[in-house]
């Protein structure tokens, strides 16, 4: 085995390892913060739910950053791989990281937290025309997404890249989640959406937050040309 391979599998291991903890720990937050908000009953309102998410992406940003710019999000990924941040070979590698690290996010959720409010799933309201719900999905998405590729070209923001990732997570939640759902993370969806049976909004989280990513990415695209 070559020094270059031998290097490339450690590099690949770490990658895998950031990506599954980091994700982990942001769905733990993210959603383990609505059940503990639904068992209390209301108690501690929305600004609770959209705080944990919002200090555990920027913890984690700083703590993994270097390692795997730090997606913890297939539709953050994909927009990595449209823009060229990411060889197409990393793709499985952060993906199945992704993945993985919700499933066992919301397993431990539901083993040591609760199973309240469908394990925090996300869930839109369809109170508002479905076209607006998909859109706004889209736009917290994009929002995510564009201040990602400004932390990305600062290279860090002076230092602040995690606050801002994590600062626009949180405002997402508190001004678009009464519509969307604000998920932005397709895996964050998945993982309670799957282990409490309630299915039935994944559609919404597949389709518009790579919507959403992906069309900023493709203006990135243009306009680093």
Do not use: C, Q
């Amino acid at each position: 085995m070559s020094r270059t391979s031998s290097i490339s599998k450690a590099v690949t291991r770490k990658i895998f390892a950031a990506e599954l903890i980091g994700t982990f720990l942001i769905v733990v937050f993210a959603t383990g913060s609505v059940v503990v908000n639904a068992r209390a009953e209301g108690a501690y309102g929305l600004a609770f739910e959209a705080a944990a998410p919002a200090i555990a992406v920027a913890l984690m940003v700083y703590a993994f950053g270097k390692v795997s710019m730090a997606h913890f999000n297939p539709a953050v990924t994909v927009a990595f791989f449209v823009t060229g941040h990411i060889a197409k070979s990393l793709l499985p590698v952060y993906l199945t990281a992704e993945i993985t690290g919700a499933l066992l996010a919301s397993a431990f959720v539901a083993a040591l937290i609760g199973t309240e409010a469908n394990l925090g799933a996300n869930a839109p309201s369809y109170s508002f025309p479905l076209p607006l719900v998909f859109e706004i999905e889209a736009l917290a998405t994009a929002l995510l997404m564009a201040v990602i590729y400004a932390v990305v070209r600062t290279k860090g923001l002076k230092g602040f890249g995690g606050v801002a990732i994590g600062g626009i997570i949180g405002l997402d939640i508190l001004f678009l989640s009464f519509i969307s759902g604000a998920s932005m993370n397709p895996a964050r969806a998945l993982a309670p959406a799957l282990l409490s049976g309630a299915v039935g909004d994944l559609w919404l989280y597949w389709s518009a937050t790579f919507a959403g990513s992906a069309a900023v990415a493709f203006i990135a695209r243009k306009f680093s040309r």
